[in-house]
């Protein structure tokens, strides 16, 4: 069964330019949440999907910073108009359901990089 | 505000010994906590976790202690190993509605010297 995949695992961008980061949940698993890690900070929180659905997006900066699960495909999170604050590690994770006591499977990383 | 944090930021044991790692919590909501081992370049991986119902658990080489008085979260690791070397991060959650959002503290650096 394999795990959370994502990709690219490095991504280098340009000021101005867009960044698509993609995730795909391990196999049975309909939830999808995305973290960002900024250097020297801990994992913060970004946003919370299931298929077709945000269900929260509150840790999503407001501007620039979009996300989707389709019906088919991977999740996708999308950074417009790429500034060097979001250089950072951008992790996935995947759960089966949302259970009250929620163990959430990581993904190794999206690396973004913005010259 | 509310958050996860870690008393020591590195530890440096030797191989063969035990390893104990601190995590404090802020938000007395929390009663859902986890530990998580990332190696370097890759993902957060799951090591254990402790409802706030037990105030000890333990798994193959690995326990965890919470107390919940103090709200302090600790990982010990026996017989410490070289692949034990990792950043290792607690996490928490409190229940209801946003159970799902994960609190992550800084992390902690062990390093084990062979």
């Known amino acids: 069964n394999a795990g959370v995949m994502q990709n690219p695992r490095h991504l280098v961008r340009r000021r101005g330019q867009e960044a698509r980061l993609r995730c795909s949940p391990m196999?049975?698993?309909?939830?999808v949440y995305w973290y960002r890690q900024l250097p020297e900070e801990g994992l913060k929180f970004m946003v919370y999907l299931q298929k077709e659905n945000i269900i929260d997006e509150s840790g999503m900066p407001k501007e620039r910073f979009s996300a989707e699960f389709p019906k088919e495909g991977p999740s996708i999170l999308r950074i417009q108009q790429v500034v060097r604050g979001d250089s950072a590690a951008y992790f996935c994770a995947s759960s089966p359901t949302q259970r009250t006591y929620n163990e959430q499977f990581f993904g190794p990383g999206t690396r973004l990089t913005v010259l | 505000g509310e958050s996860v944090g870690l008393h020591l930021p590195t530890l440096s044991v030797q191989e063969g010994d035990n390893s104990i790692i601190n995590c404090a919590y802020s938000?007395?909501?929390?009663?859902?906590f986890i530990w998580y081992k990332q190696e370097s370049g890759k993902g957060p991986q799951f090591i254990i976790d402790?409802?706030?119902?037990?105030d000890k658990r333990q798994g193959q080489r690995v326990t965890v202690l919470l107390n919940k008085t103090v709200k302090h979260l600790s990982l010990q690791i026996a017989a410490t190993q070289p692949g034990d070397s990792a950043v290792y991060l607690c996490a928490e959650s409190s229940s209801g509605g946003s159970n799902y959002k994960l609190t992550f503290g800084k992390g902690t650096l062990l390093t084990v010297n062979p």
């Open positions: 402790i409802r706030s119902n037990m």
């Open positions: 938000n007395s909501a929390s009663d859902y």
């Open positions: 196999k049975g698993h309909s939830h």
